[in-house]
């Protein structure tokens, strides 16, 4: 809370944090990677667990079946609610690219497949020019004071949703 009193505990931890990046923007090269959980704060955005069970809804009741052709058993997939959809969709690829599958079979993952990208793509699609995007814009602002002979900053994000790109356009 950048509110926080600064004498109480998170008032000294949010500003040790603003030294630190205040130091890592100062940095010759600078690549910033934005991964999972990076637009948890914006409203609408879906957890890994909402896009599985989304998907999972999709399989109905050859979810299970299909996962198994797949080398993906849902046992292994549960444990400790990972329900990593990217790692049960690269599974599902990696299948129909190098797996034997019967015809029926392989139409069966293609099917599934096809259709939980598409909801992925769906679920995913609620980045807007109205979103808040305050974290996002804030960021690129500081990147963007960065002296010019320092190396040009590098982002990469690993989300579906285009927020950094939403926010780098509303920023100019």
Known sequence: DRDADTSSAE???????????????????????????????????????????????????????LCNLCNYPLVTATTGNAHNIEQLLSNFLGTLEYGSLSPDDRTRVQEFTKSAEAKIVELTNFATSTSELTAHKEL?????????????????????????????????
């Open 11 to 65: 008032g000294k931890a949010f500003d040790e944090m603003q030294r630190f990046l205040a130091e890592m923007l100062r940095c010759e090269q600078l690549l910033v990677l934005s991964g999972p959980g990076t637009s948890l704060g914006v409203s609408g955005a879906p957890t890994m667990k909402n896009l599985w069970d989304e998907c999972a809804a999709l399989g109905g009741s050859d979810f299970s079946a």
């Open 140 to 172: 690129l602002r500081r990147l963007g004071r960065r002296p010019i002979k320092q190396h040009r900053t590098k982002i990469f994000t690993t989300d579906y949703d285009r927020f950094f790109k939403i926010a780098a356009a509303l920023s100019g």
